[in-house]
């Protein structure tokens, strides 16, 4: 069977805990054995998605057998791979007397065909005993998933996004413009993707593996500030026709200074989930729906996201990047959503954002990209200086070491830098919570106001931003500063 040596991600029911071990490593795919029945059925409808441009869509799936099981489950392939699966009896729980239930699984165009497998003997003895027929999105190679980022300067914008075609099939382009009747900017835009053999070894290079698809960047300059642009993703066929997205809009970064006011959100640690109840990384991330749903509520209210590291715990299993990235769409369409290492301006922000994963001591590489970030900041036009990585470099009371999280050299090597620059803020994730200190520097508040700052507070202000789902929420300890 195919599927045996390429399974991609799937789900793990929240009926079933969340004990942080990936769904698709507890099943024995190595003991599978066919059982296929005669009288055992399932259906799946709609058979073609996406008739209308949509890149995600609900379907029916309809099963029978004449020997149910409580542990029988039903799975997703991709192409013949897992992709996530659920149990039988979650819609219905007469299935193991009637051997009939219908389940809804909503599917989002990963670039190939899917079907579905009813297996019995639960995930330790599974056996095949039917599958569906097989169904597929008008456009498996469209362009989707914008994801915009602020480029190099202030009056660029970067949008990234995914599709099925390689640059030698299509070439692909970003068309922008401004205001209505506003003639068409085209910008080329540049391709890459990787293969199973960069991946750093298993689950990635085994049974996580799924082809990523080819992943575009382009580039929309010279943008005017504070306004609103349109754009679509485009591919350019050999044969001169024209492969679109739908379009969306954006507003452009305020010019560095600009005296407007400017909304910024600020998380770590969110993952994903799944609508339809399907198995989901040990239900670990089930609030992640929650944080994103929100914001897109708020999202008219919001000007740039800030998601500080632990973004999909796709933990070697390719495919949970596509649906992190399905997940995230309405938002990061939209605004800029900011991942990396990096230095920005925005407006009368100036962001240093650090990588926690690399050495910070003196001396390092990183060390001087931060000092030569936080130096940079012209605090006439930026008056604040913002810090974030992902681990806590700075202060929590979820760990030891008067609240150093168990990296205590990092805040001796970094506090009297962001001292010297007079850091505002410093964000961090990683502990899956909310926390704030006062302005302090060397493990003393340097302010006597609690609440409110004001003036000179010669201190760097410390705040834990990581619960942005994943859970659960970490308990406060009460020894820390």
């Not at 998933?145 to 995914?162: C, I, N, S």
């Not at 960047?217 to 024209?242: A, M, R, V």
């Not at 900041?377 to 999280?405: C, E, M, T």
Request: aromatic fraction near 14%.
């Amino acid at each position: 069977m195919a599927w045996r040596a390429s399974a991609s991600s799937f789900h793990s029911h929240n009926k079933h805990g969340g004990d942080g071990v990936q769904p698709l490593s507890k099943i024995q795919i190595q003991r599978d054995v066919y059982k296929l029945h005669e009288n055992a059925s399932v259906t799946a409808n709609p058979v073609l998605l996406g008739t209308k441009g949509e890149d995600s869509q609900w379907v029916t799936v309809e099963v029978g057998t004449p020997k149910p099981s409580e542990v029988d489950w039903l799975a997703v392939f991709s192409p013949a791979n897992f992709k996530y699966y659920r149990f039988a009896n979650d819609s219905n729980s007469d299935y193991s007397k009637t051997g009939k239930t219908s389940l809804k699984f909503q599917l989002i165009n990963q670039r190939e065909d899917f079907s579905f497998a009813l297996f019995s003997g639960g995930l330790s003895n599974p056996k095949l005993v039917a599958v569906s027929n097989v169904i597929t999105f008008a456009n498996p190679k469209a362009p989707l998933y914008p994801r915009l980022a602020l480029g190099q300067h202030w009056d660029e914008m970067t949008v990234t996004w995914t599709s099925g075609y390689n640059i030698d099939e299509a070439v692909p382009l970003v068309e922008y413009w401004g205001i209505k009747g506003e003639s068409q900017t085209s910008s080329p835009a540049g391709t890459l993707t990787f293969t199973r053999e960069t991946m750093c070894g298993p689950p990635a290079r085994t049974v996580g593996w799924r082809d990523p698809g080819f992943i575009h960047t382009g580039f929309l300059k010279d943008l005017w500030p504070n306004s609103l642009y349109t754009y679509k993703l485009g591919h350019s066929l050999s044969n001169s026709s024209y492969i679109w997205s739908k379009s969306y809009s954006f507003k452009s970064s305020p010019y560095p200074g600009q005296d407007s006011l400017q909304h910024v959100v600020m998380f770590g640690d969110m993952g994903k989930a799944e609508r339809d109840g399907s198995n989901e990384y040990a239900d670990y991330q089930p609030g992640s729906l929650i944080t994103r749903d929100q914001l897109v509520k708020e999202l008219d209210g919001v000007d740039i996201v800030f998601h500080i590291g632990d973004m999909a715990y796709s933990n070697g299993y390719i495919s949970q990047w596509d649906q992190f990235t399905s997940q995230v769409k309405p938002i990061a369409s939209t605004v800029p959503y900011m991942v990396a290492r990096y230095s920005t301006d925005y407006g009368k922000f100036h962001f240093c954002i650090a990588d926690s994963e690399h050495d910070w001591r003196e001396g390092s590489e990183l060390y001087k990209f931060i000092e030569k970030c936080l130096a940079s900041a012209d605090r006439q036009k930026q008056p604040w200086l913002i810090f974030a990585a992902h681990r806590v470099l700075g202060y929590s009371s979820a760990y030891w070491n008067d609240g150093s999280f168990g990296e205590p050299m990092a805040r001796e090597n970094l506090q009297k830098l962001w001292q010297k620059c007079k850091v505002d803020i410093a964000f961090f994730g990683h502990i899956h919570n909310y926390e704030r200190t006062c302005p302090i520097y060397q493990n003393q508040c340097v302010n006597s106001e609690t609440s409110h700052y004001s003036g000179t507070v010669n201190g760097t202000i410390h705040a834990v931003v990581g619960g942005g789902a994943r859970e659960p929420l970490i308990r406060f300890r009460t020894s820390a500063v």
